[in-house]
């Protein structure tokens, strides 16, 4: 993909093809400097051998039963209405993409004989074109052979509004046709850089046309297959159980070889992290644990002499603080935060600036996430590629307060600050969780200490994320001068991640608060960049133009970025899971085995 | 009798009419909705989730979605789960026999402790017996049994390694070792569901003996030269069961009902875990079924109740 691309490039220099000035000057071209080229010279050269997942097993099976543990268990087993992880993540047992992201964020086959490329004639130059071929022999469980209606089929299914598919952004803006059995050809509406959204990851799961064709459309649900798959995947499905159990068994006719290595898989659900984290960790009941939201403290106690360990998938999810452009406390036209206030406080540069010096992002990190985070001064931390080295974070009370001071903000006589009448008094909402209760307490300490007042807010998560257009407590709304949640980066291209921001996106009653834009920031350098960037075909351009969008953030303390967080599981000493931040954590489950 | 019966049920109806319109509009006025997953995620556009809301009629006016329930549910349509938009019913009857085997083994073990313990003791008050029989009920029924659980699992699980902590609907084995796998593997459930029930049932059966055991005619059956158990048994207790009968029969709702917290420190499948999941997902279709369903056995088992005690005591007459 992109980083293909890149990397041709940077194999241009390494060949010879393309002097290393020449490529410097390019960069240089479009606002990066020279270190920053040398190292995406260096980036390119270090990853250039693209090392595919070690898999030492010489045979398929034999490895007894995979057992693991969600702590929430799938309710469905249909990728295109899986609506949490947890649902993708047992659809992904039995269902596979084209392709899947490895733990570098690149593009690894699956059901695809190749990963498209401009050499390979896969991609065209326009970027408006790409040609998927699969692999030839794959068959689907019930012995029918895949085939490319079977991909125009899930590009048909997803995207008729009447199936209404969770799955039908990818597949959006796109058409898929038929060039022979084993190849079609994608053409995007407008050039599109970032292709490897269809067919590829969690919505890129594939479902039978001959068991789904009769139920496309307002009949979507009634499909007897919504609740036994028969995919492609390593394992075939055996029962299920919504909330408490999935099972399958070894697919034989498996089209990838000496895999899967285990001989059935189990998927339990249910209970809560830490019992989790416990029987996997201590008493070894189960072989792997997702999402484990538990304190390091606790999986560091339990880590002690136990029978597994916690692992880390680094990806893009940022934990951060949004910052309120519009007036909470104003209502215009029956609505609050709206585009036609401003806020009295926040809307001062040294106010917000002063803010992001009073979050303690190393205490956040030591006292809360511990392994699990990385304290950051990006919105965007990944891939390698598109994160700034251009911003910087600090926490100093006194800089703070030297800030405020500086633009007129003085301490009345309640020791809160204020200007022109206006106090320094900011409510401060997140959603119910330990450890973003926890943050917001460090925040605020941190706040009284420079004279600004911190009320804090706890809404229960299944409200603050709603889309109910009746709720005010809603993060879309934000009926607050600051809050915090996470957002979590589904795919290694920063794409979608940024254009969220775009002044096109606004959260308004107009759109029911529909728009992500939900700090209500305008900047036109920033639309400008990531208009530009959706369709900039050149890597090495648009990857600076995402790294300029980020700098605008940061310059202009759109958002303050709390933590970058990692994903993290949980394994038995012996298991070796293939896991990428980048993907959900079944993604690769063929590449799964088990050692001694 | 059976007239009785009759006008009993007839009355019910209305009342579980009433009962199921305050669920539905306490359910409908309750913020959130079941989609909010998708709500951060960059890959699914806002128009998704708000067309799911307009496709599974969340948008409707309450009074609406309360007369489709309504004319679903009498046609025996329960109605379709949003969260893994399966059915209702297939839902609840494939978490049934966990619950029942659970939960039930639980109440028996605590009718098995509770009503000999219980009489026991009532016949020798303030002994060394009934003093310790009582200071454990307080005991027991002091802690709760998340917190029980959590210590069982500690003990037992985390310490030993004698019990599974995470019980298994599906046990790879066959015959005996299946059996005893299911009995193993509910052990601590039930132990901790079990002795927590036994403690206030104990002090039940204790005070429901004690009122009986010094009645007159309890006397009068010892001075004919009746002995100690003949006495206890056909005398006091079959007078003293009417009250207990009441106590259990208001309890058998539960057994179907599940037991929320127990059932989600075990990961047991049951009814309660259902519930509380699907109420933390905004799952009306199942709340509404599970609560209903919930609120038709109690009205049921208090009638079974009501002709129970006929049974016990001839004197009461129904009519």
Redesign the interface.
Known sequence: MLDKELRSMIGDVKDGRMDRRAFIQRLAAVGLTAPLANQILAIGGVAMAQSPSPYPPTKRGGGGPLKLLWWQGPTLLNPHFATGTKDQDGSRLFYEPLASWDVDGHLNPILAAEIPSIKNGGLSADAKTVIWKLKPGVKWHDGKPVTADDLVFNWEYASDPATAAVSSGPYSDLTVEKIDDLTIRITFKNPTPFWANAFVGAYGCIIPKHLFAEYKGGKSREAPNNLKPVGTGPYKFVEFKPGDLVRGEINLDYHMANRPFFDSIEMKGGGDAVSAARAVIQTGEYDFAWNMQVEDEVLLRLEKGGKGKTLYAVGGDIEFIAINFTDPNTEVDGERSSLKTKHPTLSDPAVRQALALLVDRDSIKKAIYGRAGRATANYLNGPDDFVSKNTKWEFSVEKAIALLEKAGWKAGADGIREKDGKKLKFVYQTSINGPRQKTQAIVKQACQKAGIDVELKSVVASVFFSSDVANPDTYSKFYADIEMFQIPMTQPDPGLHMRRYHSRNLATKENKWQGQNFPRWVNKDFDAAVDAADTETDPVKRAALYIKCNDLMWQDTVVIPVMHRLAVEAASNTLRPALSGWANQTDNLQDWYREG | MSQYVLRRLMIAIPSLLGISLVLFVVLALA???????????????????????A?FGLDDPIYLRYLHWLNAMLHGDWG??F????NVDT?IL??LPATLYVIGSAQILALLIAIPVGVYAATKPYSLFDQIANTLAFVGFSLPTFFTGILF?LIF??TL?WL???Y???I?ATGIHYVLEMIRQAIMPVAVLGLFQAASMTRFVRSAMLDVIRLDYVTTARAKGLGQANVIVKHVMRNAMIPVVTLIALQMPAVFGGAIVTE??????GIG??LI?SI???DTPVVMAVTFVFACLVVLFNLIADVLYGWLDPRISLR
């Open positions: 913020p959130g909705d079941p989609f909010s997953e998708l709500a951060t995620n960059p890959n699914v556009p806002p128009e998704v989730q708000q067309a799911l809301r496709r379709f789960s969260v893994s938009r399966m839902l494939q978490r699992i699980s985390v390694d599974p902590f995470v298994t609907t599906d790879k989600q420190i075990f990961r047991i499948p875990s259902l999941s933390l997902s905004n």
